[in-house]
């Protein structure tokens, strides 16, 4: 089953229409998940493609990312745009500011949250159905810019660690690791 930005976003919308009380963290819980899992299979995925990389190595990535225990989603973030050579800011276009404006926002209350305390911002249902729609948003962009550009949106595949067989794709990747090679680099994220 090849899945897509809006079979993922499904539960978020499950979780708003059901009148639940806590809904609206609940959804902006949810939306978070989904973007930091998007950033980490797409950044997977693009590390997947180095040569020095075999298809059976999966698990060893895995535990490379596994082992790096502050990976945060502006390391994903900054990984795909290094792998690549885009930039966000200028795929994006307009959206990319009010976007990662909101996304730091967003980063900021997600910390709180997801560790049971108080954001001190005392942001209502709509603030934080603001911030699902802001990550929804990039979630969407980001999905679009990579099936376009290297042939894997984060969310169509159920595994992201699958060999492309794009050349270019491998020798940007290749170009990008260097000497660091692909553990190195991903200790680095």
Not at 42 to 56: E, N, R, T, W, Y
Not at 121 to 133: C, I, N, P
Not at 152 to 179: I, R
């Given at each position: 089953m090849r899945r897509t930005l809006e079979d993922e976003f499904n539960i978020i919308e499950y979780v708003l229409?059901?009148?639940?009380?806590?809904?609206?963290?609940?959804?902006?819980?949810?939306?978070?998940i989904k973007y930091e899992?998007?950033?980490?299979?797409?950044?997977?995925?693009?590390?997947?493609?180095?040569?020095?990389?075999?298809?059976?190595?999966a698990s060893s990535v895995r535990q490379a990312l596994a082992n790096n225990k502050g990976i945060a989603h502006t390391g994903f973030r900054g990984g795909i745009q290094r792998l690549t050579g885009l930039r966000f800011k200028d795929e994006f276009g307009d959206r990319y500011g009010p976007l990662n404006t909101a996304l730091d926002h967003a980063w900021k209350a997600r910390d709180k949250i997801f560790h049971g305390q108080q954001t001190g911002?005392?942001?209502?249902?709509?603030?934080?159905?603001?911030?699902?729609?802001s990550i929804r948003e990039w979630c969407g962009l980001l999905a679009a810019l990579g099936a376009a550009k290297f042939g894997?949106?984060?969310?169509?595949?159920?595994?992201?660690?699958?060999?492309?067989?794009?050349?270019?794709?491998?020798?940007?990747?290749?170009?990008?690791?260097?000497?660091?090679g692909w553990d190195g680099f991903i200790n680095q994220l």
């Open positions: 229409g059901s009148g639940l009380e806590t809904r609206g963290v609940d959804a902006f819980c949810l939306a978070w899992r998007q950033q980490r299979k797409i950044c997977s995925f693009l590390v997947f493609q180095a040569s020095a990389i075999g298809p059976d190595q911002q005392g942001y209502s249902r709509e603030q934080l159905l603001a911030k699902v729609d894997y949106d984060g969310f169509s595949a159920t595994n992201s660690m699958f060999k492309a067989k794009n050349e270019e794709l491998t020798a940007a990747v290749d170009k990008a690791l260097g000497k660091l």
